[in-house]
């Protein structure tokens, strides 16, 4: 199963889901992301790394639009998803969060339920027409976050009394439900413990069956771990993109390899 | 609207192309967001409509009608004998000097040629009933003046200042018995003469409140003596032991049940409806002390326990917020722990201190409820304390209760001087407020 | 004022003993005073502490005291005989009082000796006569009993006082000896002054204590008098209340507590929408600029004393909603008849407690996490969706405690519902109708002339406990339910 898209895979056995071009992003008088061009594959992991501060969450968070709910913030470029600008006017952001979703850093589950959690998202889009319906969105969605079977008990038990561990596939879980394309993931793995890394890390592997996803990681291991691609971000620019292997065993630029070799960060 | 097998339904469309389910979500959107903005606009709608209320009915407050005209002090109403003996002077009682008034306004009819129909007594009720005492007053200061013709100045009839306010028409006193059309008439004449005009009226804020029948000589001048004995209370007491238990709960007190209590207790004391501090106060100072009803002393003791919740609250915020690094280093140089309180950290929190102090003070002096179950309403507050005892002890009123004993009157004219009254408390508290606003923007200090 | 005087004579006594105090120390160790334990003002203050403290104590405590003990010793003096029906001993009391007063007065003006005034009787002088010389009125002529036991209560007082001063100087001069002989080096004195400093913190913190103590057995006492004298079910489970000072009247709480909570209803009715929508508007969509504008503006509302809203809802709203809703009004229905209105009282009361729920709502709204917001808006939700679905739920329990606490300052409001509710106590559902509230009610049987042995006075007291205990339960409430809800996000 995973042969076809063993890491190393080459470029144009993919298509293009995500296409930025000369992306700019400020915070106030901060200039945040210079000139970002990038093509991210579709059905497959791509990671970005940097240190601290070099514009990888930011240029993230671009991708569906939620710097928009920072006053400061402006963007300038164009992104793509699937050829159209996702910064046109007549995007509603709305409607593009629910076929990009994202998963943050901190698990950040609802004060609710479990069910109530995931059904959420399907819930605001009219997603399901009956209760029914919901149900079984439900259920394949905390299915295919790797949860189902350990909340499968208690559904109306509320989603922040899980462990940390459990509460990050919970929100991994709310967000397949609405059906996105891509799945945008902030250091999804930062506040947890190893064993819980590795089971959301075993999960990532999974999701690329079906949608793109894109994940921010200080770990260069993770990166190296979970993805196909790999971007380098540096003081708001993109260093280098490539495939992971590629990255971390012959990076071209200078400033990759001390990365990599720890020499900054 | 999507088929439960591919739940991806219209979402699967184009970013570019809006769908109808969005559109609607949209103009929730749009409908919440006015809410919103319709909840601030009303609040603040309600605002101006306040401030323009107070401002509109209570400027009047400040300007009065005032006649100005020649008195003759005539010796042969006044000291039939003729030798100035103060004692049979103080003999001739108000009812003594009013003829002197009409035989004034007849002068003035005379020489200006105001034509009339009215007698003389009806112009002179056109005057306040306060007239004749100002006259007589004035003669038993300077007897010597009795004989000669003197400028006064007097104030107008309530109804007659309406009129030239614009509160008295000839349509509203259609049923009113203390003045008639003629007398407008009369007054009209008497301004063309530039004998009755408006002016500002210092009187109304040093001056005393008068009886029912004189609104146009009430002022709020000894009202606002009675709150400044009673703000003086509040300091006094409210300061010192307010810091006082703020320095003990925050520095000092064991982590323990009896602390708990005290601090749950403060919190809810905060919220304790103001009136049932009134109860306490006369329980209590009042009915078992046996002070004095009245008194500014008294308003200010359950003024200072109404607010010492506050200071406490507000005080013990600023000893927060001084850092432990600064208790540690005094420690560390061998203070004791009253020390380090006392010598740094007590002045380090001074200014938040006297901030919440100054609020809690302006909160003080608007209070109503409680003033009146100890009996700061009810009666004329007439005399300037002359000293700090007098001041504290003897019967006074207080701005807030002198306004609530203008609203029940039943006169209108008295409504003006109530929201006159306002403007005057009002200048107060944002006067306070701006000082403790002042006070925390120079002084605050960032850690 | 021999208080003033006695008080004096202490801090002069202290003032001397900070000085003798300090002095000997120093004298103790020879002049160099880095040989003494503590610094030598502490020295100095422990001494006048040490005469301050006790004689001070000693003069607050007999103060109190003292009062108690010469009207119960009095009390007895007067025979049951004397005390008319439907009255009580308070009333009797109160005339003794009044007399002894009187007596007091007429020999400081010097119209009659000290002597005379221990002597007289009733029998034979005219007392009445005599006090109204000095300015005393009395209601009624002195019975022989009254005057003696008014004599009584002179005299008690009178060597009461002089045994204070006695016993209070004494120990003020016990004191000063005292520390006198420790004052020498080797005392610690900071260490006790400071003690001495901590108690009286301590002694300030407890206020607090000692007010809410004060305030429940003020009421307690005299509600217990109250329900001497009129039946408890009647007050609490009456459907009338007609207070007549000729006696008899019907006091039950039942119309007074239906017309708070009917005005505080419509209070909170114009308050929470727009106190909490203006809550969400700040917190959730305003820009800084138009924060640091509107929410000032707002508080200002809240800082403006009740009195001008009472004048607002007399003058203002009461006559505006009779324009509207009276006979003769534009709309033409005559619903309303009067200015105060149940509507009047609530609609102003609402004004001033916007900025009240919407301060509240406001900190308990920001304290909602923003990862969660995230979390919504990441899904695809609008603002208003996550607000609605999320950010409401999760900050409901705080912002129900503050919906309560302003139930809690509604029911408790004086001045507007006594400028605007009116004064008509009734069961009516219409809110154009005159209606009377429990703090309405408190200020004009306490404001009144009537003496505090009847019902009709008394029931003040009992209205103010049941007050004080409705508005504290639902500050208790509120305050658990807003800790509980802060300590889920710390």
Same mark, same amino acid.
């Given at each position: 199963?995973?042969?076809a898209?063993?890491?190393?895979?080459?470029?144009?056995?993919?298509?293009?889901?995500?296409?930025?071009r000369?992306?700019q992003?400020?915070y &106030?008088?901060?200039?945040?992301?210079?000139d970002?061009?990038v093509?991210?594959?579709?059905?497959s992991?791509t990671?970005?790394?940097?240190?601290s501060g070099?514009?990888k969450?930011?240029?993230?968070r671009?991708?569906?639009?939620?710097?928009?709910?920072?006053?400061?913030?402006?963007?300038q470029? !164009?992104?793509?998803?699937?050829?159209?600008?996702?910064? !046109?006017k007549?995007? !509603?952001?709305?409607?593009?969060?629910?076929?990009?979703?994202?998963?943050?850093?901190?698990?950040?589950?609802?004060p609710?339920?479990?069910?109530?959690?995931?059904?959420?998202?399907?819930?605001?889009?009219?997603?399901?027409?009956?209760r029914?319906?919901?149900?079984?969105?439900v259920?394949?969605?905390?299915r295919?976050?790797?949860i189902?079977?350990?909340?499968?008990?208690r559904?109306h038990?509320? &989603?922040?009394?899980?462990?940390?561990g459990?509460?990050q596939?919970?929100?991994?879980?709310?967000?397949?439900?609405?059906e996105?394309?891509?799945l945008?993931?902030?250091?999804?793995?930062?506040?947890l413990?190893?064993?819980?890394?590795?089971?959301?890390?075993?999960?990532?592997?999974?999701?690329?069956?079906?949608?793109?996803?894109?994940?921010?990681t200080?770990?260069?291991?993770?990166?190296?771990?979970?993805?196909?691609?790999?971007a380098f971000?540096?003081?708001?620019?993109?260093v280098e993109?490539?495939?992971?292997?590629?990255?971390?065993?012959n990076?071209?630029?200078?400033?990759t390899?001390?990365?990599?070799t720890?020499?900054?960060? | 609207?999507s088929?439960?097998?591919?739940?991806?339904?219209?979402?699967?469309?184009?970013?570019h192309?809006?769908?109808a389910?969005t559109?609607r979500?949209?103009?929730?959107?749009?409908?919440?967001?006015?809410?919103?903005?319709?909840?601030?606009?009303?609040?603040?709608?309600?605002?101006v409509t306040l401030?323009?209320?107070?401002?509109s009915?209570?400027a009047?407050a400040?300007?009065?009608s005032f006649?100005?005209?020649?008195?003759?002090?005539?010796?042969?109403?006044?000291?039939?004998?003729?030798n100035?003996n103060?004692?049979?002077i103080?003999k001739?009682?108000?009812?003594?000097?009013?003829?002197?008034?009409?035989?004034?306004?007849?002068k003035?009819?005379?020489?200006?040629?105001?034509?009339?129909d009215?007698?003389?007594?009806?112009?002179?009720a056109?005057l306040?009933?306060?007239?004749?005492?100002q006259?007589?007053e004035y003669?038993i200061?300077?007897?010597?003046?009795?004989g000669?013709?003197?400028?006064?100045?007097?104030?107008?009839?309530?109804?007659?200042?309406?009129y030239?306010?614009?509160?008295?028409t000839?349509?509203?006193?259609a049923n009113d018995?203390?003045?008639?059309a003629?007398q407008?008439?009369?007054?009209?004449q008497?301004?063309?003469?530039g004998?009755?005009e408006?002016?500002?009226?210092?009187?109304?804020?040093?001056?005393?409140?008068?009886?029912?029948?004189?609104?146009?000589?009430?002022?709020?001048?000894?009202?606002?003596?009675?709150s400044?004995?009673?703000?003086?209370?509040?300091?006094?007491?409210?300061l010192?032991?307010?810091?006082?238990?703020?320095?003990y709960?925050?520095e000092?007190?064991?982590?323990?049940?009896?602390?708990?209590?005290?601090?749950?207790?403060?919190?809810n004391l905060?919220?304790v409806p103001?009136i049932v501090?009134?109860?306490?106060?006369?329980?209590?100072?009042?009915?078992y002390?046996?002070?004095?009803?009245?008194?500014p002393?008294?308003g200010?003791?359950?003024?200072?326990?109404?607010?010492?919740?506050?200071?406490?609250?507000?005080?013990?915020a600023?000893?927060?917020?001084?850092p432990?690094s600064?208790?540690?280093?005094?420690?560390?140089?061998?203070a004791?722990?009253?020390?380090?309180?006392f010598?740094?950290?007590?002045?380090?929190?001074?200014?938040?201190?006297?901030?919440?102090?100054?609020?809690?003070?302006?909160q003080?002096?608007?209070?109503?409820?409680?003033l009146?179950?100890?009996?700061?309403?009810?009666?004329?507050a007439s005399?300037?304390?002359?000293?700090?005892?007098?001041?504290?002890?003897?019967?006074n009123?207080?701005?807030?209760?002198?306004?609530?004993?203008w609203?029940?009157?039943?006169?209108?004219?008295?409504?003006?001087?109530a929201?006159?009254?306002?403007?005057?408390?009002?200048?107060f508290?944002v006067?306070?407020?701006?000082?403790?606003?002042?006070?925390?923007?120079?002084f605050?200090?960032?850690? | 004022?021999?208080v003033?005087?006695?008080?004096?004579?202490?801090?002069?006594?202290?003032?001397?003993?900070?000085?003798?105090?300090?002095i000997r120390?120093?004298n103790?160790?020879?002049?160099?005073?880095?040989?003494?334990?503590?610094?030598?003002?502490?020295y100095?203050?422990?001494?006048?502490?040490s005469?301050l403290?006790?004689?001070?104590?000693?003069l607050?405590?007999?103060l109190?005291?003292?009062p108690?003990?010469?009207?119960?010793?009095?009390s007895?003096?007067?025979?049951?005989?004397l005390?008319?029906?439907?009255a009580?001993?308070?009333?009797?009391?109160?005339? @003794?009082?009044r007399v002894?007063?009187?007596?007091?007065?007429a020999?400081?003006?010097?119209a009659?000796?000290?002597?005379q005034?221990r002597t007289?009787?009733? +029998?034979?002088?005219?007392?009445?006569? @005599?006090?109204?010389?000095?300015?005393v009125?009395?209601?009624?002529?002195v019975?022989?009993?009254?005057?003696?036991?008014?004599?009584?209560y002179?005299?008690?007082?009178?060597?009461?006082?002089?045994?204070m001063?006695?016993t209070?100087?004494?120990?003020?001069?016990?004191g000063?000896?005292?520390?006198?002989?420790i004052?020498?080096?080797?005392?610690r004195?900071?260490?006790?002054?400071?003690?001495?400093?901590?108690?009286?913190?301590?002694?300030?913190?407890?206020?607090a204590?000692?007010?809410?103590?004060?305030?429940?057995?003020?009421?307690l006492?005299?509600s217990?008098?109250?329900?001497?004298?009129?039946s408890?079910?009647?007050f609490?489970?009456g459907?009338?209340?007609?207070?007549n000072f000729?006696?008899d009247?019907?006091?039950?709480?039942l119309?007074l507590?239906?017309?708070?909570?009917?005005?505080?209803?419509?209070?909170?009715?114009?308050?929470?929408?727009?106190?909490?929508?203006?809550?969400?508007?700040?917190?959730?969509?305003?820009?800084p600029?138009?924060?640091?504008?509107?929410k000032?503006?707002?508080?200002?509302?809240?800082?403006?004393?009740?009195?001008?809203?009472?004048?607002?809802a007399?003058?203002?709203?009461?006559?505006?909603?009779v324009?509207?809703?009276?006979?003769?009004g534009?709309l033409?229905?005559?619903?309303?008849?009067?200015?105060?209105s149940?509507?009047?009282?609530?609609?102003?009361m609402?004004i001033m407690?916007?900025?009240f729920?919407s301060?509240?709502s406001?900190?308990i709204?920001n304290a909602v996490?923003?990862s969660?917001?995230?979390?919504?808006?990441g899904l695809?939700?609008?603002?208003?969706?996550t607000?609605?679905?999320?950010?409401?739920?999760a900050?409901?329990?705080g912002?129900?405690?503050a919906i309560?606490?302003?139930?809690?300052?509604?029911?408790g409001?004086?001045m507007?519902?006594?400028?605007?509710?009116g004064?008509?106590a009734?069961f009516?559902?219409?809110?154009?109708?005159?209606?009377?509230t429990?703090?309405?009610r408190i200020v004009?049987?306490?404001?009144g002339?009537?003496?505090?042995?009847?019902? +009709?006075?008394?029931?003040a007291?009992?209205l103010?406990?049941?007050?004080?205990?409705?508005?504290?339960?639902?500050?208790?409430?509120?305050?658990?339910?807003?800790?509980?809800y802060?300590e889920?996000? +710390?």
């Amino acid at each position: 199963m995973f042969d076809a898209q063993r890491p190393g895979d080459t470029v144009d056995q993919k298509e293009t889901k995500i296409s930025a071009r000369n992306v700019q992003v400020y915070y &106030g008088d901060t200039h945040a992301i210079k000139d970002v061009n990038v093509d991210i594959e579709s059905k497959s992991v791509t990671a970005f790394i940097g240190p601290s501060g070099c514009g990888k969450s930011t240029f993230l968070r671009c991708i569906n639009r939620m710097n928009d709910t920072i006053d400061i913030c402006r963007v300038q470029g !164009d992104i793509l998803l699937d050829g159209e600008d996702i910064y !046109d006017k007549k995007v !509603d952001p709305v409607q593009l969060r629910a076929k990009v979703g994202m998963v943050f850093q901190k698990p950040n589950p609802f004060p609710k339920s479990i069910y109530d959690n995931v059904a959420y998202g399907p819930r605001i889009h009219g997603l399901a027409r009956s209760r029914a319906d919901l149900d079984v969105i439900v259920e394949k969605s905390l299915r295919r976050g790797a949860i189902w079977d350990e909340v499968k008990d208690r559904l109306h038990a509320p &989603g922040t009394g899980l462990s940390g561990g459990q509460q990050q596939r919970l929100c991994i879980a709310r967000a397949v439900a609405t059906e996105p394309e891509v799945l945008l993931m902030d250091e999804p793995c930062s506040a947890l413990d190893p064993i819980a890394t590795a089971q959301v890390e075993e999960l990532i592997d999974e999701l690329r069956n079906q949608y793109s996803v894109v994940i921010v990681t200080h770990s260069m291991q993770q990166a190296a771990r979970v993805s196909q691609k790999t971007a380098f971000f540096h003081l708001g620019n993109l260093v280098e993109y490539g495939d992971t292997s590629q990255i971390f065993t012959n990076p071209k630029d200078e400033r990759t390899e001390s990365y990599i070799t720890g020499r900054i960060g | 609207m999507s088929d439960a097998t591919t739940p991806k339904g219209e979402l699967q469309s184009s970013i570019h192309h809006m769908s109808a389910r969005t559109k609607r979500r949209n103009a929730a959107e749009r409908r919440f967001r006015a809410y919103g903005i319709a909840a601030i606009a009303i609040g603040l709608l309600m605002l101006v409509t306040l401030v323009y209320a107070i401002l509109s009915k209570g400027a009047g407050a400040f300007s009065q009608s005032f006649v100005t005209m020649q008195v003759e002090l005539q010796e042969a109403k006044l000291d039939k004998k003729g030798n100035r003996n103060i004692e049979e002077i103080k003999k001739v009682t108000t009812f003594g000097y009013a003829p002197l008034i009409k035989d004034a306004f007849e002068k003035v009819v005379g020489d200006r040629g105001i034509e009339t129909d009215l007698k003389s007594k009806e112009m002179a009720a056109l005057l306040s009933k306060s007239a004749a005492s100002q006259l007589r007053e004035y003669v038993i200061a300077n007897p010597e003046k009795i004989g000669e013709t003197i400028e006064f100045r007097f104030l107008a009839n309530s109804r007659i200042d309406g009129y030239l306010k614009g509160r008295v028409t000839r349509e509203s006193i259609a049923n009113d018995k203390n003045v008639n059309a003629e007398q407008l008439d009369f007054a009209d004449q008497l301004i063309n003469a530039g004998i009755l005009e408006k002016t500002f009226n210092i009187d109304f804020i040093i001056g005393a409140d008068a009886s029912d029948q004189r609104p146009e000589a009430a002022g709020i001048g000894v009202a606002m003596m009675g709150s400044l004995f009673m703000m003086l209370t509040v300091l006094a007491l409210s300061l010192p032991i307010g810091v006082a238990a703020s320095i003990y709960l925050e520095e000092f007190a064991p982590k323990n049940w009896i602390t708990d209590v005290i601090e749950v207790n403060i919190s809810n004391l905060a919220a304790v409806p103001s009136i049932v501090f009134g109860i306490l106060g006369l329980a209590v100072f009042i009915n078992y002390m046996h002070l004095p009803q009245s008194a500014p002393l008294v308003g200010g003791l359950v003024l200072t326990l109404m607010t010492l919740p506050t200071i406490i609250i507000s005080t013990r915020a600023s000893l927060k917020a001084v850092p432990p690094s600064i208790r540690d280093a005094a420690l560390g140089v061998g203070a004791s722990r009253m020390q380090s309180v006392f010598h740094h950290v007590l002045p380090l929190a001074a200014p938040g201190i006297l901030t919440g102090t100054i609020i809690g003070l302006a909160q003080a002096l608007g209070e109503t409820a409680p003033l009146l179950l100890i009996g700061m309403i009810g009666f004329i507050a007439s005399n300037m304390p002359q000293t700090i005892g007098e001041g504290l002890l003897s019967p006074n009123s207080a701005m807030p209760a002198q306004i609530y004993e203008w609203a029940k009157r039943a006169d209108p004219a008295f409504y003006e001087r109530a929201w006159g009254g306002i403007i005057i408390l009002l200048i107060f508290l944002v006067s306070m407020n701006t000082l403790a606003v002042i006070l925390r923007r120079r002084f605050e200090r960032r850690w | 004022m021999p208080v003033f005087w006695l008080v004096l004579i202490l801090l002069a006594l202290a003032v001397a003993g900070y000085f003798i105090g300090r002095i000997r120390a120093v004298n103790s160790v020879g002049g160099d005073s880095r040989v003494l334990h503590s610094l030598p003002v502490y020295y100095g203050a422990s001494a006048a502490i040490s005469v301050l403290v006790p004689a001070m104590g000693l003069l607050a405590i007999w103060l109190l005291a003292q009062p108690i003990l010469v009207e119960r010793s009095v009390s007895g003096m007067i025979p049951s005989s004397l005390i008319p029906d439907g009255a009580n001993l308070n009333l009797v009391m109160a005339d @003794v009082r009044r007399v002894a007063e009187g007596l007091n007065v007429a020999v400081q003006q010097g119209a009659i000796s000290n002597e005379q005034a221990r002597t007289l009787r009733a +029998e034979t002088s005219d007392i009445r006569a @005599v006090l109204g010389q000095v300015g005393v009125a009395l209601g009624q002529e002195v019975r022989p009993e009254v005057l003696r036991a008014a004599q009584s209560y002179r005299n008690l007082s009178a060597s009461g006082a002089l045994a204070m001063t006695v016993t209070v100087l004494a120990l003020a001069m016990v004191g000063l000896g005292v520390s006198i002989r420790i004052s020498h080096g080797q005392f610690r004195a900071r260490n006790v002054v400071e003690r001495v400093i901590l108690l009286l913190l301590m002694a300030a913190a407890s206020l607090a204590i000692l007010t809410t103590i004060g305030i429940v057995f003020s009421m307690l006492f005299e509600s217990i008098n109250f329900f001497r004298l009129h039946s408890v079910s009647d007050f609490f489970f009456g459907a009338t209340w007609a207070p007549n000072f000729r006696g008899d009247s019907d006091l039950s709480i039942l119309p007074l507590l239906w017309g708070t909570l009917y005005i505080s209803f419509i209070a909170l009715l114009v308050a929470v929408p727009i106190g909490l929508f203006a809550a969400i508007f700040l917190s959730e969509y305003a820009g800084p600029k138009t924060r640091a504008i509107a929410k000032p503006l707002l508080e200002i509302l809240a800082g403006i004393p009740t009195i001008v809203y009472g004048l607002f809802a007399l003058l203002t709203v009461g006559p505006l909603l009779v324009s509207l809703f009276g006979q003769s009004g534009t709309l033409g229905v005559n619903w309303m008849s009067g200015a105060t209105s149940v509507l009047t009282a609530g609609a102003v009361m609402g004004i001033m407690l916007v900025p009240f729920v919407s301060s509240l709502s406001d900190d308990i709204i920001n304290a909602v996490p923003q990862s969660i917001r995230d979390g919504s808006l990441g899904l695809g939700a609008t603002p208003s969706e996550t607000i609605r679905n999320v950010v409401i739920p999760a900050a409901l329990p705080g912002i129900v405690g503050a919906i309560l606490l302003a139930a809690s300052r509604a029911i408790g409001e004086t001045m507007i519902v006594v400028m605007g509710a009116g004064a008509i106590a009734k069961f009516s559902l219409s809110p154009f109708d005159s209606m009377t509230t429990i703090t309405t009610r408190i200020v004009s049987q306490l404001t009144g002339d009537g003496d505090f042995s009847s019902p +009709e006075t008394l029931v003040a007291f009992a209205l103010g406990l049941t007050l004080f205990v409705l508005t504290l339960g639902l500050n208790v409430l509120a305050l658990v339910i807003v800790r509980k809800y802060r300590e889920q996000y +710390e």
